[in-house]
Structures are given as C-alpha cells and as structure tokens.
C-alpha cells in the first residue's frame, strides 16, 4: 500500500504473541524431559525391584508407570498431530457454554486443539485395559489446565459453576484449575468431590487440592473436610486416593501449615 503522494505507507505493528504463548515449547520441553526422567528411574526401580522382596502387584503398578511415562511425549505428539472425526469432543467449546471467560482464556493461550483432542481420546478408549492409559490422559488434561491457571488469572466464580455444571472430564478439569492457583480453592466443591464424586479420578484430584491447598482453608473447612475423608469408604479403594489421605490427616498435627484464620 502506499500514501496519496505514492510513496510507500508504513507497515502496520504486528502484535506480538503473549509470553504464555511463546512460553509453551519450553514448558511442554521440560515435561517431555521430566516424563523420560521419572518414568526411567520406575523402571529402573522395578527391575531392582525383581531382586528383592517387594510384592508382585507393587513391581507390576511401578513398571506400568514407568513404561507408560517413557512412551507418553509420543502420545502427546500422536494427538497433536490427530485430525479428529465426527466423534470429535467439543471440550472448550462445552467450557465456554458455562464459563465464557475460562475457555476465551485457554483460546487465547493456544490449547483448544490439544485438550479437545485428549478429550475426544479419552472418550473413546474403552475396556478395563485401558484404564490406565485413560488415567494418563485424564492426568494430561488437568497437568495442561493446571499450569495455565499457574500463570493465568481464572474467575473463581466460574470455576465453581464449571465443576456444579459440568461432564465428568468437566469436574476434574476445574479441580486442575484448583491445582495450579489456590486462590481458586472452593471448600463447597472439594466437599462435593470428596462426598459425591462422579469418577474415582475426580475424588483423587479433590484430595491433591486439599492438601496442597490446605493453608488456603479455614479451621471449619479444614474439620468437615476432615470428617468427610476420614467416612469415606470410597477412597480406600484407589491405593493414590489412600496415600495422599493419609498425608492430609497428617497436616492436623502440621504447625507449619499457613492458615488464613
């Protein structure tokens, strides 16, 4: 283009991307990076593991661990690269008819692809087999919300209708939210989770946010949270839902907890 006397115009400013958008390759670097670390150093563990003592159920649960961490960057890659068919998960596109802020911001920072795909993924896996392999991905989604929450500001009202009104992938997801800002912590949800909890997934992230969020929590809260872990049969069921219990009943006697009371 040029101006009325034809000499060339300016060229217009291009905006520049935000810094959570040019910040991703790094982040998903280091998570690869840390996939590859963790899940060597289970197999490594499980072989020694072969020598000794430790009991087969145990031996099997941390070589599927580590096996599943080595191969998850190539899944990760696999659904980024995955032209979804008419089965597709509308994820954010179901974020926004409840929370429109929430899912403009997981649009602006470039993951409505990515989660819709690990949505429609998961959805599709069927069969007791493949139970861990849904955990995974499940694991993705609310790892990929968490750390967006970590760097962006959510409207904590609209994390709460989210969980209220969501599916089940829905629920864990504003729990991931939960996750990475604790300021985003709402007693009444993670009571709901605990008590009510649509999947054994959605219980065992309530309880990662009770406890990483514990000086977020007033002593009320902190009691009937208490209260409705300790008379929950459910939990003893998942042998991650138990361990991370227990540490949160540990937090009773903790003094160096941070309270807001």
Known sequence: MSDVNGSP??????????????????????????????????????????????????????????LLLLVMPSIVDWLGSLKLGPFEVHLVREIAAT???????????????????????????????????????????????????????????????????????????????????????????LLEAVNKSLTGNEQFHALKVIRDGWGQLSQAERTELLDAISSNPQIENGTARRAVAREIQGLRESPWIPSNT
């Not at 520049?16 to 982040?27: D, E, F, H, L």
């Not at 998903?28 to 430790?54: A, K, M, P, Q």
């Not at 959510?154 to 939210?177: H, N, T």
């Open 99 to 189: 929370a429109r802020g929430t899912a403009n911001t997981l649009r602006r920072m470039g993951m409505e692809r990515e989660l819709d795909a690990y949505a429609t993924v998961y959805t599709e896996l069927r069969g007791s087999d493949l139970k861990a392999l849904r955990g995974a991905i499940l694991d993705r989604i609310v790892q990929r919300v968490s750390n967006a929450s970590a760097v962006q500001k959510f409207d904590k009202g609209e994390v709460k209708d989210l969980f209220k009104r969501g599916s089940p992938i829905v629920r864990v997801l504003a729990l991931g939210l939960m996750e990475g800002d604790p300021s985003l912590i709402d007693s009444g949800v």
């Open 9 to 66: 115009a300016p060229a217009l400013p291009i905006d520049a991307p935000a810094w959570t958008v040019k910040a991703r390759p790094v982040v998903d670097l280091s998570s690869r990076i840390l996939c590859l670390v963790i899940g060597g150093g289970l197999l490594v563990g499980g072989l020694v593991g072969l020598f000794t003592d430790v009991g087969e159920g145990q031996l099997v649960t941390v070589l599927a661990a580590g």
